[in-house]
């Protein structure tokens, strides 16, 4: 199974590769690709911090990885993941519950090699950005390559929200052992504190024995049922307001409550033939948006909101009676016209 320490490391490469201008590209590219290939395992333990909107939360765990697709990460406020090529685990210690994923094998089959994946994303975005080396530094007792990244200009600051963009990657191994987001209201900082490359680790540390007395769950029992919006209505704490407004050709598809994730939220999902959505949540706990460049304020009727557009989808959201309510949708609607249905909610 995939971790995030992968995505993290493609993302590094990139940023690394653009710094070699002065080389082949189709070279650096191969070198990067051969470096990964000849990292088999690591052990490390990692320390992350991530600051928004006056709030702070620190963490740290260890993870151990084998190639292919063996995995474990052990979290200090006691959630466990654990995963190999025929089936992966997730245990919640606090609460006592376990969450188990089949099939993972048959899920990845298909996927590219991790090779693959590398060299295509280098290929991609080899030109997109603009990177500046400033310098080499010791983190985790590895010789790193300190580098900033920034969008060059023939590019759109949509893959990355952050204004700065910072990392340190291992010299020999290209993984990145620390990086640094940072944007006017958010930051987010992952260090290794330790690493180590390359050694034998325990086959028993990817399997997983089911505490007894654990309550156990599957990916299809987190699935949530299909409502109508009479039972969704049944199921809430608050008034779940109908659209009074629908654009032509959309219907409703179905409606989903979500009371486990402590925000006692609410969805109802149209669309119409052509695949085009519009999607309509309200939160009882309002959670704070990131303020991006591309957000404007609105009137929604008597109170105020936002109206954002990014990629392809559009977003509108308000808070009235201490709930959240958000309305997201495809491009094919105007922005007046989910504005206008975000009006005519009652």
């Known amino acids: 199974m995939k971790t995030l320490s992968l995505w993290a490391s493609l993302i590094a490469l990139v940023v690394f590769t653009s710094a070699c ?16 290939e000849n990292l088999e395992s690591y052990y490390g333990e990692v320390t992350s911090n991530i600051e928004f909107a006056g709030n702070s939360e620190s963490m740290t765990y260890k993870e151990w990885n084998v190639k292919p697709n063996k995995s474990r990460v052990e979290m200090e406020d006691g959630h466990l993941f654990v995963s190999n090529s025929e089936q992966s685990w997730s245990y919640d210690e606090t609460n006592h519950t376990v969450t188990i994923f089949d099939g993972i094998g048959e899920l990845t089959e298909d996927m ?8 295509n994303v280098l290929t991609e975005m080899m030109n997109s950005n603009d990177v500046v080396a400033k310098g080499k530094e010791t983190v985790a007792d590895r010789q790193t390559i300190h580098l900033s990244l920034t969008p060059n200009e023939n590019q759109e600051d949509e893959w990355l929200i952050a204004t700065e963009y910072e990392v340190w990657v291992d010299e020999e191994t290209y993984m990145p052992l620390k990086m640094k987001m940072v944007s006017d209201e958010f930051t987010s900082e992952m260090e290794y504190t ?44 608050y008034h779940v307001p109908e659209l009074s407004y629908l654009p032509e050709g959309y219907e409703f598809k179905q409606a989903s409550y979500f009371g486990e994730l402590d925000l006692g939220m609410a969805m109802v999902e149209y669309a119409d033939s052509e695949g085009n959505f519009l999607m309509f949540t309200i939160s009882s706990e309002p959670q704070i948006s990131p303020n991006l460049e591309n957000t404007e304020l609105v009137e929604i009727g008597t109170v105020e909101g936002t109206y954002t557009k990014m990629y392809d989808m559009q977003f509108v959201s308000w808070e009235k009676d201490e709930l959240l309510f958000e309305l997201t949708s495809t491009e094919d609607l105007s922005k007046e016209e989910i504005l206008q249905i975000a009006e005519s909610i009652q």
């Open 194 to 237: 330790y690493i180590e490359y390359n050694i034998e680790i325990d086959d028993e540390l990817f399997h997983f024995e089911i505490p007894e007395g654990a309550k156990v769950q599957t990916m299809e029992d987190l699935m949530q049922e299909s409502l109508t919006l009479e039972e969704l209505q049944e199921t809430t704490s």
């Open 21 to 36: 201008s002065v080389q082949n590209s189709d070279e650096i590219i191969e070198k990067a690709v051969e470096a990964q």
């Open 112 to 119: 590219p090699s991790e090779s693959e994946m590398i060299r």
